[in-house]
């Protein structure tokens, strides 16, 4: 079974940057279309955006062209760039399938100071 595990979160000010990792060991990752999820306090957790096995990326609207995602099928794992970042953006981030197919990992918290 897949595991996965985020990192690379950490407290930002507005207008900074982070990148985001995450690591997947187990069958399945290579042929596997993959999502990056958030959940902010109070909220359900929602869909980031998602990248196929061949690089062939979808975003949600709010991320408004300052998230990129990349996979490196090789190393098993997934990125999510975040540039000029904002309090609202606030959560904890995580991986898994585009289905949530796989055990959710931890997550890494990103926190944007204003």
């Known amino acids: 079974q897949v595991q996965l595990v985020e990192s690379g979160g950490g407290l930002v000010q507005a207008g900074g940057s982070l990148r985001l990792s995450c690591a997947a060991s187990?069958?399945?990752?290579?042929?596997?279309?993959m999502g990056w999820y958030r959940q902010a306090p109070g909220k359900q957790r929602e869909m980031v955006g998602t990248?196929?096995?061949?690089?062939?990326?979808n975003y949600a609207d709010y991320v408004k062209g300052r998230f990129t995602i990349s996979r490196d099928n090789a190393k098993r794992t997934v990125y999510l760039q975040m540039n000029s970042l904002e309090p609202e953006v606030t959560a904890v981030y995580y991986c898994?399938?585009?289905?949530?197919?796989?055990?959710w990992g931890q997550g890494t918290q990103v926190t944007v100071s204003s």
């Open positions: 187990g069958v399945g990752f290579s042929w596997t279309i």
């Open positions: 898994n399938s585009n289905q949530g197919t796989w055990p």
């Open positions: 990248i196929s096995p061949g690089g062939i990326t």
